[in-house]
């Protein structure tokens, strides 16, 4: 990608942020609480605009001091929280899935939500990752400590 076509795409990714806290803004004057607390399960989570989500994944930790580290890692951080809850989301009571069925364990063995959250991601950008590689021809790549991961995962 060019040099030009980078800060477009970045005035781009700024706009939909901005029009994403405006439109937080609106709801919340007009009564609606929208919120994010990764400790509690979010109502309505998928009826909610993706840029939405992000922003108040974003707002949540800004809030609360929780360093999401540099805007790139920001970003990534705040997105895989969404791919998550996503996940989780879509998932009704009776259908459980593997995911669900792991995190719902990680839960009753006393792991806070908001750490769950961060192991079920992590278990989706590896799969991401390893998909990439594999769709791109490439080798999937060892690496100890994500095959010490999967492991546990497989064993939870």
């Known amino acids: 990608m060019k040099k ?3 800060r477009e795409l970045r005035r781009l990714m700024k706009g939909l942020e901005k029009s994403a806290a405006e439109l937080v803004e609106i709801e919340r004057r007009l009564g609606k609480n ?3 607390n990764p400790d509690e399960p979010p109502d309505d989570w998928l ?11 974003k707002e949540y930790h800004q809030k609360n001091s929780l360093s999401l580290g540099s805007n790139k890692r920001d ?8 791919i998550a809850e ?5 998932i009704d009571e009776e259908n459980l ?20 959250i961060h192991k079920v991601a992590m278990y989706i950008s590896g799969q991401i990752h390893s998909g990439m590689r594999k769709a791109e021809g490439l080798p ?8 010490e991961f999967e492991a546990w995962w497989k064993d939870l």
């Open 86 to 90: 996503n996940q989780l989301a879509m």
């Open 75 to 82: 970003s990534a951080h705040a997105n895989f929280h969404v």
């Open 140 to 147: 999937i790549l060892p690496d100890p400590e994500a095959e």
């Open 47 to 57: 009826f909610l605009d993706e840029a939405v989500r992000d922003f108040l994944v």
């Open 4 to 6: 030009e076509e980078r």
């Open 34 to 36: 929208l919120s994010y």
């Open 97 to 116: 899935d593997e995911t669900r069925m792991k995190f719902s364990r990680l839960i009753s063995e006393g792991m806070p939500r908001h750490e769950a």
